[in-house]
Structure formats: C-alpha cells, structure tokens
C-alpha cells in the first residue's frame, strides 16, 4: 500500500523558507506513471495546487507562486521536496503531497498534510 | 488559468437521499475533471477521474458525468460517513485548479 508522509517544520517566520520534505513508501519515486505534487489549504478554506515534479526532475509549478517556489526529487531516498521562499502570513495552511497519475493527472492518493503556520 | 465553479456551496440532507452536486468550467476542459471527498481534519480522497470513471474502493453510489463545461457528482442514496465537503478539480491545463467546495451536512 503506497503511503506518503509529509515532514518538516510546523513554524516558520516570515521573511524565512518553508521546507517539507514528502516520504514516499510501498511504491518507486522513480515510476513513470506517476508525477508527484504539493497541494496547500488554508484553514477554513480551499485546495491550491502548488506543483508538481517528474522523477526525472521536470517541473510544474502554479504561476501565482512560481516565483518563490522550488520542488526537487531525491529518487535515492524516494523523497520530493518543496521549499516556498520569502513567506508571509498568508502561506499558513496545512500542506499536502500526493501522487499524480498521469494518464488524468488527477491526486490518487495523498499524505496526512501538515499544518505550517507563518508567525514571529 | 481556469476557473471551477461548484453549486451549490452548502447543501443539506438526510440519509437516503440522492444529492447531486455540479462544478461548471470556465473553458472547456474535455473529461479532465476529477471529484474529491473530505472529511474534517484529512486528506482529501480521489472518487471519480476523467469526470466519470470511479476510483478503486470508492462505493459504488458515487458517479459522475458531463464533459466540456458541465460536471455533475451524485451520490444515489447518501450514508453518514458522505457528510463531508466535496471539491472539483480540472487537470486540462496547468494550473490544476479546484473548484470552492460544497459541504454536504445533515438535516
């Protein structure tokens, strides 16, 4: 069973770098039937698709955050990255990586999401 | 980017019901819609792909249908793990967008 788990720093400050780092077990990273992406949701509010990324490294990214965006893929450690620069209050939401199938690009399956809050 | 836009935001229900649930394009997106349910505290979990194919495990009261615009999610006869906020998603173009929600609560 292909599970996913999200980690990283539940606080951050504004100005800094959030960093979360999504495990993947029980499946390849390095399948290439599947993109790997990062969706964030404000408290009380919707779903935002942040990005996506290829094993290979090929990337997606949301034009509203793309500039303060980085996703990455470490397929040693079956692991995927993001980092999200400069954050302000309004980037606290819990995140969630999920796996995308390509052949409807749709979110099959999801990690728990974690909340990060931005606050001094 | 395109805009999803589900009605209604908020519904209310009682065990048993048919409820049908719609989310309109603002530009045609072919069967590029997916249909997800979540319930407080966790992770949304994928029900219909390609607007009418459903996803492995998910009962069998759940469909979905339309293509182009016009999207519809029904759940023939609603049980009470169903009471949760259900989004629309597109993945014609990037960026993949969902739609605001629709809450589904008891009446």
């Known amino acids: 069973q292909l599970q996913l788990q999200e980690s990283g720093p539940g606080l951050v400050k504004p100005s800094e770098t959030l960093s979360l780092t999504c495990t993947v077990s029980g499946g390849s990273i390095s399948s290439s039937s599947y993109y790997w992406g990062w969706i964030r949701q404000p408290p009380g509010k919707g779903l935002e698709w942040i990005g996506s990324?290829?094993?290979?490294?090929?990337?997606y990214y949301s034009p509203s955050l793309k500039s303060r965006v980085t996703i990455s893929v470490d397929t040693s450690k079956n692991q995927f990255s993001l980092k999200l620069s400069s954050v302000t209050a309004a980037d606290t939401a819990v995140y969630y990586c999920a796996r995308v199938w390509l052949q409807w690009f749709y979110f099959d399956y999801w990690g728990q999401g974690t909340l990060v809050t931005v606050s001094s | 980017d395109i805009q999803m836009t589900q009605s209604p935001s908020s519904l209310s229900a009682s065990v048993g019901d048919r409820v049908t649930i719609t989310c309109r394009a603002s530009?045609?997106?072919?069967?590029?819609l997916s249909w997800y349910l979540q319930r407080p505290g966790k992770a949304p979990k994928v029900l219909i792909y390609g607007a009418s194919s459903v996803q492995g495990g998910v009962p069998s009261r759940f469909s979905g249908s339309g293509s182009g615009t016009d999207f519809t999610l029904t759940i023939s006869s609603l049980q009470p793990e169903d009471f949760a906020t259900y989004y629309c998603?597109?993945?014609?173009?990037?960026?993949?967008?969902f739609g605001q929600g629709t809450k589904v609560e008891i009446k």
């Open positions: 530009q045609s997106i072919s069967s590029y």
């Open positions: 990324i290829y094993y290979s490294g090929n990337t």
């Open positions: 998603q597109q993945s014609y173009s990037t960026p993949w967008t």
